[in-house]
């Protein structure tokens, strides 16, 4: 997983006291800074009317949701009219200095001496304090918030609404998954140093070819492409749809990996031999039925040096003219590891590619017990170059990526995976793809 490219996504201007949706309050003399709180309300599962409500009802001046909490810049006068609803924070508000972070890169708080005001999805919302404030604005990991956000919002207190339906087939191959399978899958890749510059690459190659060819139906390729002096290979299997060969889906994950020392070890377990054994695993399954729609299979490589792989096949698609002719994509990155008993996915998109929200949450209330949280708020992983194109594309993470103890690291290794959080994922994924795809369920 790398993490390098930002996109925020301002929902309601914040200029004078608003109700929720921007509606302008009765006028207010305008507070000094010592009239204002920062307050943390929970919301976690209690539905999106009475969110609507509680943010209709509170006069604030700026909202902040973070997943299972809500935060709202307000004035000590309105918080005490609620005061059952509210945890008051204790951080003087500026708000002037508020930013918008790449949750990987909290690190640049303590040189900023910053403080975190929310944190929710793969961002976080933070108050850095003067004379720090021109370092964050050239960071390429930080935003001014200038507005209310939504940093993420899990799918409890959302809307969205998707199939209530699936066919019998979907049924079916969802139950095809096969989790031990996918770890035993995953341990291999772990074997591994998977360094995009390093020659154990060519061993990930090699399998992943040699894995995707063993599969009735599928055509493999390579692509090939430079990054300085190395040339690395993106692996390439297609499935050709039986009646709507034009209409492509794709299934991507980067196969390389990192670590604190690459020369030595990078087993890359959870980042990402996670994400590329679930690519293997859904190819596995649907080169056994026959979709209607065209399903590529892709391991891209270069991930970690800026999304080189996945850059490069975009290049590939509009050089050829094909970019038209993908409908979904979908990559998974880190999708194996949870910090506790609460499976919570992350789908990270932007508004074009939510579109693809409803079919995925639906999929997972239906054969899962995901808890699912959604954001508009994407960056560096491979949904990014399509992103930028105006492809629907879309991430799949464990939300407790920020959390993995050995990140980057040599300890990254299959004994942190937990098969549970691996085997709901996929059959959230196979779900979504099984019925845009039109497949036929023909798995013996």
């Known amino acids: 997983m790398l993490f390098r490219r930002f996109l925020t996504v301002v929902l309601v201007a914040s200029t004078s006291f608003t109700i929720a949706g921007g509606a302008q309050s009765e006028p207010v003399s305008n507070p000094t800074k010592d009239d204002l709180v920062f307050v943390k309300i929970d919301i976690n599962a209690i539905g999106p009317t009475k969110l609507a409500n509680l943010k ?38 500026k708000e002037d200095q508020l930013f918008v972070i790449q949750k990987a890169h909290e690190d640049v708080l303590e040189s900023l001496e910053g403080e975190t005001i929310a944190k929710a999805g793969r961002s976080a919302v933070v108050q850095a304090k003067s004379p720090y404030l021109k370092q964050l604005t050239w960071h390429p990991a930080v935003s001014k918030l200038e507005a209310s956000i939504v940093l993420a919002r899990q799918l409890a207190n959302d809307d969205i609404r998707g199939v209530t339906k699936f066919s019998q087939d979907t049924s079916n191959i969802v139950e095809a998954v096969n989790g031990q399978r996918w770890q035993e899958t995953l341990g291999h890749l772990a074997t591994m140093n998977r360094f995009s510059r390093g020659p154990g690459i060519q061993n990930a190659q090699r399998y992943l070819e040699q894995t995707l060819s063993s599969l009735p139906a599928m055509h493999v390729s390579t692509q090939a492409f430079t ?107 880190m999708i194996g ?94 779900a979504a793809v099984a019925q845009i795809s039109g497949a036929k369920f023909t798995v013996k």
């Not at 006069?59 to 902040?64: A, G, Y």
């Not at 609460?342 to 939510?354: P, T, V």
Request: net charge negative; aromatic share 8%; hydrophobic share 40%.
């Open 227 to 333: 990054m300085g002096a190395t040339t690395a290979y993106n692996v390439i299997g297609k499935l050709t749809g039986t009646t709507r060969p034009d209409d492509w889906i794709i299934i991507g994950a980067h196969y390389d990996s990192i670590s604190q020392s690459t020369t030595t070890s990078a087993p890359g377990a959870e980042d990402n031999a996670s994400g590329t054994a679930g690519m293997l695993e859904l190819a596995r399954i649907f080169a056994e039925t026959r979709p209607e729609a065209t399903i590529f299979f892709i391991g891209f490589s270069g991930e970690e040096q800026g999304l080189k792989g996945s850059y490069a096949h975009v290049a590939k698609l509009i050089a050829e003219g094909n970019k038209g002719k993908v409908k979904a994509v979908f990559t998974m990155d």
């Open 56 to 93: 209709r009802t509170i006069i604030h001046r700026l909202s902040i949701e973070a997943d299972m909490d809500l935060i709202l810049l307000t004035t000590k006068t309105e918080a005490a009219k609620h005061a059952e609803k509210f945890l008051v924070l204790d951080i003087e508000p």
């Open 337 to 430: 590891y949870t910090s506790d008993t609460d499976l919570d996915c992350l789908l990270e998109s932007d508004r074009r590619g939510s579109a693809l929200f409803p079919m995925l949450t639906a999929a997972a209330q239906q054969y899962t017990n995901l808890r699912i949280v959604t954001t508009l708020n994407p960056f560096g992983s491979d949904h990014v170059p399509y992103i930028e194109e105006g492809i629907p594309s879309l991430l799949v993470i464990e939300n407790d990526w920020n959390s993995y103890p050995p990140y980057h690291k040599t300890g990254d290794t299959p004994d942190n995976i937990t098969l549970a959080m691996g085997e709901q994922t996929l059959r959230m994924q196979a």
